[in-house]
């Protein structure tokens, strides 16, 4: 009886939540490192799905780093990052968009489909959501840095996308843009994730990656953060406790609050259902940043 009444007070739990985000966007970032694990994925689209079932519009946005590396590692190419980006020349594009959007993205909706729901992928090989430019960066002697068909998204399709969510559908968009001539361009997925959520307005933007969430001490398990505000971030930036991987995700986190995302959450992919206990219970398991 007691575990009965337990799973009941776990669902009452849940209904509050479920009330406030009907009808809301979330986008929802994975990233290559969380899609190496096939039940992991499985077990992160069961929870998408109740999220559209329950009211919620979750879009999935995702990459695929070490999928690309292994391709082009595989077509004798060697893969070169410039400041936490892929150089992408002409054959690197043909691989980067050919694994994103005609490998993952088809993988992941035909996976949502196999689970009973409905899926779209959205990308220049069916229609195309996110709208880019190509990206400079400059270097320190102030002279560009060039990354090839590297871009970032300017805008994206909202009527595609409010089109899709009516129909009941869980977009599913990898990062990959179009410029105003139709060039694809190779965007990283944390950036794309945030300028969605931002454009959108997004309840919330989550990002799935490998690790439980932001820690102080990443040798220390006991030192997971589990709520952060934007002032706190930047310091724990500065004093390079946030460093590697993380630190684009959370630049773009701030980026996102700072242009009216209600929360950002970062969860452990690896573990079964994060992304509901973080997001349908009281209290979370990741870690959320607000502004
Ligand atoms: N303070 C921190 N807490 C947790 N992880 C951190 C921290 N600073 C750096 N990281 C690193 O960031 C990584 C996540 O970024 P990344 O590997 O790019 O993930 P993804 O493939 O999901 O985009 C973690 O695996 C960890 O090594
Ligand atoms: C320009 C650029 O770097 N694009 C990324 C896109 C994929 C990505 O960001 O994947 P993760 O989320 O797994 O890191 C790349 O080519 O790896």
């Not at 799973?7 to 979330?26: D, H, M, N, P, T």
């Not at 992928?121 to 002697?141: I, M, S, V, W, Y």
């Not at 990283?188 to 454009?199: E, K, Q, S, V, W």
């Amino acid at each position: 009886m007691e575990g009965a009444v337990r799973k009941a007070a776990v669902l009452i739990e849940a209904l509050s939540w479920i009330r406030r985000f009907r009808g809301r966007y979330v986008v929802i970032k994975l990233g290559g490192s969380a899609l190496e694990e096939e039940s992991a994925v499985k077990a992160f689209l069961t929870d998408v799905i109740f999220m559209r079932t329950v009211g919620m519009h979750p879009i999935l946005v995702h990459g695929g780093g070490k999928a690309i590396s292994k391709a082009m590692s595989e077509a004798g190419i060697e893969p070169r990052f410039v400041h936490g980006r892929r150089f992408t020349d002409e054959k690197t594009l043909e691989i980067a968009t050919d694994v994103l959007a005609n490998q993952i993205s088809e993988s992941l909706a035909q996976e949502i489909r196999a689970q009973g729901a409905k899926a779209e992928p959205l990308h220049f090989g069916t229609r195309n959501c996110l709208k880019g430019e190509q990206l400079t960066l400059q270097a320190d002697d102030g002279s560009t840095v060039d990354l090839g068909h590297v871009g970032y998204v300017t805008d994206v399709d909202q009527k595609l996308l409010a089109e899709i969510c009516e129909s009941d559908a869980i977009p599913v968009i990898p990062s990959v843009a179009l410029d105003q001539s139709g060039q694809k361009l190779n965007v990283n997925a944390d950036t794309a994730a945030a300028a969605l959520a931002r454009i959108l307005k997004a309840e919330k933007l989550v990002f799935l990656s490998d690790v439980p969430g932001i820690f102080l001490d990443r040798n220390d398990p006991e030192t997971l953060v589990s709520h952060l505000e934007t002032e706190r971030c930047r310091a724990l930036i500065a004093d390079g406790t946030i460093d590697a991987g993380m630190e684009p995700k959370v630049d773009a986190a701030l980026e996102a609050l700072a242009s009216g995302v209600g929360k950002v959450h970062i969860v452990d992919a690896r573990l079964p259902h994060s992304i509901l206990l973080e997001i349908y219970s009281d209290k979370g398991i990741g870690t959320e940043i607000v502004k």
